[in-house]
Structure formats: structure tokens, C-alpha cells
């Protein structure tokens, strides 16, 4: 497994931005299928953006397609997620994800993902 961990949430009004980071261990983040999932209370956690192993594959839920970016800089094993036009139904807590395993080079299934970080929140007020 694989040690993550986020930051950059915060509370911000309707149509701000904010960019989330999530820093990870490992000698071998190259060949990590990355993933950034959100959870709302009283819901189950969700897929929001998934990325390829060198970052030229992205994936992005329909909720949120054309307002959030998933980057990642494999020189420092740091995945990314810039929030543009925010949402209030955009307030969650918000999980990278990491596949360790290299058995896919990308993945939106939350069952794939063998290894999280403990959450950042993001507060989007009307």
C-alpha cells in the first residue's frame, strides 16, 4: 500500500476555485492509476476524476466534466485536482485514491483502489 495525503480544501463561495493536491509515497508513483473521489454526508463515495499512469488518459464524472482537472507531476508524486465554477452540491469530503498494483493503468472503480488518504473538505456556499 501506499501512503496519501491531501490538502488544499477549504470553504469558498459558489463559483470560486480551489486546487487540491495529494502527496504520495512509493519509488514507483509512475506507475500508480490515480484517482480522486468525494463523499457527502449521509452518501456513498463517489468517483470524481481518474488519471493514467503518465497523465495523458483523464476521466471525469459527468457532474463534473469541464469544471475540474485531474493533473499529476510524477517528478514529485503529487496528484492534482483544480475545482473551477464550484458548486454547492460540490461540498464533500474529497479522497485521492491510489492503485499500487500496476494491474491497470487506469480505473473509475472505486474497488480498484487499494490504498486512500484521509480525506480534505471542501465547503462550497451558495
Known amino acids: 500500500q501506499v501512503q496519501l495525503v491531501e490538502s488544499g480544501g477549504g470553504t469558498v463561495q459558489a463559483g470560486d476555485s480551489l486546487r487540491l493536491s495529494c502527496a504520495a509515497s512509493g519509488r514507483t508513483f509512475n506507475r500508480y492509476a490515480m484517482g480522486w473521489f468525494r463523499q457527502a454526508p449521509g452518501k456513498e463515495r463517489e468517483y470524481v476524476a481518474a488519471i493514467s499512469w503518465s497523465g495523458g488518459t483523464t476521466y471525469y464524472a459527468s457532474s463534473v466534466k469541464g469544471r475540474f482537472t485531474i493533473s499529476r507531476d510524477n517528478a514529485k508524486n503529487t496528484l492534482y485536482l483544480q475545482m473551477d465554477s464550484l458548486k454547492p452540491e460540490d461540498t464533500a469530503v474529497y479522497y485521492c485514491?491510489?492503485?499500487?498494483?500496476?494491474?491497470?493503468?487506469?480505473?473509475?472503480?472505486?474497488?480498484?483502489?487499494?490504498?486512500w488518504g484521509q480525506g480534505t473538505q471542501v465547503t462550497v456556499s451558495s
Open positions: 485514491g491510489a492503485e499500487s498494483s500496476s494491474r491497470v493503468t487506469i480505473t473509475i472503480r472505486r474497488a480498484d483502489y487499494d490504498s
